[in-house]
């Protein structure tokens, strides 16, 4: 992550990617790539009888690396998917090697691990050169996020980075930033779900009452109110972004704690999430009632419901991440039901991202919205 005056620099080019006109044009391919998760559970229960078990998480994954490598690449998206396998990789690989990172010196050993993390770097480097080459000769009128960050990489503040430096650390940090988030907090909405079959039923009927079971535009997304409490809700008992940083900038007292310049602060947001002085009695139980009113009306002072960070480096891609969401979830329970399987092992992993570590299996079953009417 950057920080000074090329992260000024990087936030300005990124952010208006993601301002709501902008994602309102990203819809289609959202859609898109929900249709295809939901075209491949069909299958699925084709072919075993109308009922199966289904692992969702690499679905999901799959649904979040080709919103992002499409929005990010456009047509190079096949290559970018290349690129966010590649990331996946190291990503595993950083958080291996990071549980030693207590050790001085240990990252510069030629362990197997730190020699996987190298060659896994060299290899996204020359795919990404690979992919803006490939840019630089199509048509400009075909905008992509890319296309922003050559863009940007012009006028980068002297002696910040180089221009491939640029370029390349953007990739990653839309990559590590977009893609898991997503998927697993789609995840823990669908588990939620699948425990709470109420709010399933009740969150399915609000959907199907706006959309008469039509693939949801912009404006019926708006109108889905049970849904985005429900992930509000989910987004708050399991954030999955759960350690916000900050690095004091020069020496400083926070109470009675002397913080010195350059000390790196971890904030935890699972544990402002569960503060029963802030969420009230409840705070550890699935409520989206709360939300009923908004963030205000749910906690006493909203800046403590974090799950897209706080202050100017919050999410600049949280209403990409919203709409994803919503998207996705509207069209599998519309066209599916579900419930938990008996092998699902409750085991939330940290990976940067806090995940189910065993997947989620569900037993997903077709819903007939006709025999339902
Ligand atoms: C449910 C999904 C997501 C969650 C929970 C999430 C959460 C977060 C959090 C907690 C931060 C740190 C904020 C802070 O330090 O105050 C962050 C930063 C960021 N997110 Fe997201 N995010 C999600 C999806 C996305 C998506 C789809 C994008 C699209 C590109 C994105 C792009 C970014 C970027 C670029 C940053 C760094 C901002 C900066 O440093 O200025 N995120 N996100």
Not at 49 to 71: D, Y
Not at 204 to 227: C, N, S
Not at 296 to 312: N, T
Request: proline share 5%; with cysteine.
């Amino acid at each position: 992550m950057s920080s000074g005056e090329l992260w000024t620099h990087e936030r300005k080019m990124l952010q208006q990617e993601f301002f709501m006109h902008r994602v309102k044009k990203m819809a289609n391919i959202i859609i898109g790539s929900a249709n295809t998760l939901t075209e491949a559970w069909n299958k699925i229960l084709k072919n075993e009888g109308g009922k199966a078990e289904i692992m969702v998480q690499s679905h999901l994954r799959n649904f979040s690396a080709n919103i992002i490598s499409r929005v990010c690449f456009g047509d190079s998206y096949r290559k970018g998917e290349e690129v966010f396998l590649n990331l996946s990789q190291l990503q595993t690989a950083i958080s291996k090697a990071s549980l030693f990172t207590s050790i001085p010196g240990t990252r510069y050993l030629p362990s197997k691990t730190n020699r996987e993390i190298q060659r896994l770097n060299q290899e996204i480097c020359s795919l990404i050169k690979n992919i803006v080459q490939e840019h630089k000769q199509q048509d400009s009128s075909n905008r992509d996020i890319l296309y922003s960050i050559i863009e940007g990489s012009t006028s980068i503040p002297e002696q910040t980075a180089s221009v491939e430096e640029f370029i390349i650390d953007n990739c990653k940090t839309i990559y590590f930033a977009a893609f898991e988030t997503t998927a697993v907090a789609t995840t823990w909405c669908l588990l939620l779900l699948a425990v709470h079959p109420e709010w399933q039923d009740c969150v399915r009927k609000e959907i199907l009452d706006v959309t008469h079971g039509a693939t949801p535009d912009f404006d019926m997304l708006r109108q889905l109110k049970k849904l985005t409490m429900v992930i509000q809700e989910t987004l708050r008992l399991i954030p999955p972004a759960p350690l916000i940083l900050r690095e004091a900038m020069h020496d400083m007292k926070l109470q009675h704690i002397h913080i010195s310049k350059g000390t790196v602060i971890q904030i935890t947001v699972s544990m402002l999430h569960h503060n029963v002085d802030l969420w009230g009695p409840d705070a550890v139980v699935f409520n989206p009632n709360r939300f009923a009113n908004g963030i205000s009306g749910a906690c006493k002072y909203p800046h403590m419901y974090a799950p897209f960070g706080f202050g100017p480096r919050n999410c600049v891609g949280q209403n990409l991440a919203m709409v994803e969401l919503k998207i996705v979830l509207s069209l599998v329970l519309m066209r599916f039901s579900f419930d938990l399987s008996p092998n699902y092992v409750h085991s939330p992993s940290y990976r940067l991202t806090v995940g189910p570590e065993h997947d989620l299996p569900l037993i997903v079953k077709k819903y007939d919205v006709l025999a339902n009417m």
